[in-house]
């Protein structure tokens, strides 16, 4: 079976909340797996806002963007429509050509969903992989 | 880094195809790191089909689904608007209580992306877990 | 060409404020027209419970729902990644079978769209249409 | 409350094929509203294929678009998962400006949905609205 590990989250997770959406649902009553990856990925982008980084501005600006390249998630227990959840997102590893955010999502106390996405940085135009830029790298690492 | 090994495709994988459609585009012009799910999810319900098990009379008749507990996805190149997509599918592994799916997604002969994703069994109305029915284990070890 | 008239928003209007997300936009780099459905619903559902209903409750309590018969939209001008929109919704007819909920979306001053949307109430096991529910109508027509 | 007048289906009109995911389900069991706009999208775009478009090809070889600016849909009768839907597809009404794309949604002989969509014709890169080009006119009403 495949096998991941999650970090632990670090007191400097940023935390992003978010109310479950009837489109969020399937048939089964509960959220559509497909959808955490939405939650993640706006948690995400509200953690890089928090710590001083626009990524509206940053892809403008630099023709630059992060890509998904690794995703593993872990459903603990189902979403339901209009739940309130809490989206907990950290930077568990960096390298120069790659970031790890882990997250772990809750409801109230309830752990229901923990997650480790790997992004890269790509030069647009080319789709060629290039450095982590140093302001990236900064809103990853907040002191 | 998150690790996950994916097996080799063997001669009995089923093979899904489908065509990119706008809507699964993002701003970067590539199918958002989410719709993947949505064309594994396809690819499972076509491949149980081709092996005998009607997966909607299946909960129908049962009042049990096959709800995912784990994912793991690796992108390797990005997919575009109309692209035509093969993904192949088969059963990595089976427990009593779980089954792993693996996937390829190739554009002709370019594969883009790779995955794991481990389903349990529950019964709907009390969202407990079941062993895994013959019905379903034969749709997942065809000879 | 298709006609609609769009009523006035009243000084009653409930105001929704949400952020377009990555996954939202599409390769013209814009938000794909089908996601204006979702901010629409999240904000009658959100309209709904400042009015006193939760829409939540109520389906689990009364086993009814309020499914869409009818949408009509008109795109005036495109919202983008991370744009901050407010929706803009009212009643702006209702009768024993149907309400018809209208909204303006908004980024800031600019009138992004205009939609119209009809839901009817049906009994949700045998999905047969019944009088929309007295706290349903309270919900709708606040004094 | 609005209304809007559907053409009827010419003989020349577009059959497009397709199954019901299970992602395209919510909580009601049925299709969500929103989902129709993607199956309308597809059916489009296999149309104009038939016809002698390649959007794909268009939307690089030109940099137009072809945005929505209108959409009228009526929900006659829900769609369910792993349903084989028909959407039938025709221009019922082009300007210099915008075409008006008709169509009814079938399960078997079952009409589940009727809806008109209004497109006009966009350079990308500056969002400036043009004439529709011949090209298009000619995939739009074939002899």
């Given at each position: 079976l495949a096998r991941f590990k999650l970090s632990s989250a670090p007191a400097s997770?940023?935390?992003?909340?978010?109310?479950?959406?009837?489109?969020?649902?399937?048939?089964?009553?509960?959220?559509?797996?497909?959808r955490y990856l939405a939650y993640l990925e706006a948690a995400r982008i509200e953690m890089l806002r928090a710590n001083?980084?626009?990524?509206?501005?940053?892809?403008?600006?630099t023709g630059l963007a992060l890509p998904i390249?690794?995703?593993?998630?872990?459903y603990?227990?189902?979403?339901?429509?209009?739940?309130?959840?809490?989206?907990?997102t950290w930077v568990s590893?960096?390298?120069?050509?790659?970031?790890?955010?882990?997250a772990?999502?809750?409801?109230?106390k309830d752990l229901l969903h923990e997650s480790s996405v790997v992004v890269a940085c790509v030069n647009m135009d080319e789709a060629r992989p290039v450095s982590i830029p140093d302001r990236v790298?900064?809103?990853?690492?907040?002191?």
């Open positions: 997770a940023a935390r992003y909340r978010l109310r479950v959406g009837y489109v969020d649902t399937d048939k089964a009553g509960v959220v559509h797996h497909s001083g980084l626009d990524y509206r501005a940053f892809e403008v600006e390249v690794e995703v593993h998630m872990a603990r227990s189902p979403a339901r429509f209009d739940d309130v959840l809490d989206v907990d590893a960096m390298s120069r050509a790659k970031i790890v955010f882990d772990k999502i809750f409801r109230g790298v900064s809103a990853c690492a907040p002191r």
